[in-house]
């Protein structure tokens, strides 16, 4: 089976950082999701899966446009039948900021196995602390 040969610069991980305090939900996550899949390279394979990782701080001072913040609904369901919860805008960025962050940014990256390993290379934390000093992540201002 023959595979596609990856250049140096492909093989190389790049760390950035990205503050979403202020930010809106949507403008935020497409940012997100370019850098994520590589877009933003010279060398881009709509094939593979770039080595860059992006890290999400502030999550909780993420905002929303107009009245989705008690409309926009967020839905989970455990399998069984009558198990489908709903939450709204509100209660879910009170309980769990980095969901909806994480929510958005997978809902425009590739669907199937490519978008899952993808995926994997976000980090959302909701305060402004994060363990990942030690790999030296560049800061991007959106």
Do not use: C
């Not at 949507?26 to 877009?39: F, P, Q």
């Not at 978008?115 to 980090?123: D, S």
């Amino acid at each position: 089976m023959n595979k596609t040969p990856l250049k140096e610069n492909q093989t190389k991980q790049e760390w950035y950082i990205v503050d979403a305090e202020n930010y809106r939900l949507g403008r935020l996550a497409t940012e997100i999701s370019t850098i994520l899949r590589g877009k933003q390279k010279v060398f881009f394979e709509p094939s593979q899966s770039p080595s860059t990782y992006v890290v999400v701080i502030n999550a909780k001072n993420i905002n929303i446009s107009g009245r989705k913040a008690q409309q926009k609904l967020y839905y989970k369901h455990s399998g069984r039948p009558g198990s489908l919860k709903t939450e709204n805008f509100e209660t879910l960025k009170q309980r769990l900021p980095k969901k909806i962050i994480e929510n958005a940014v997978r809902k425009m990256l590739p669907k199937g196995a490519l978008g899952r390993q993808i995926f994997k290379n976000l980090k959302v934390y909701a305060e402004d602390k994060h363990p990942h000093s030690g790999q030296k992540p560049i800061r991007i201002n959106l």
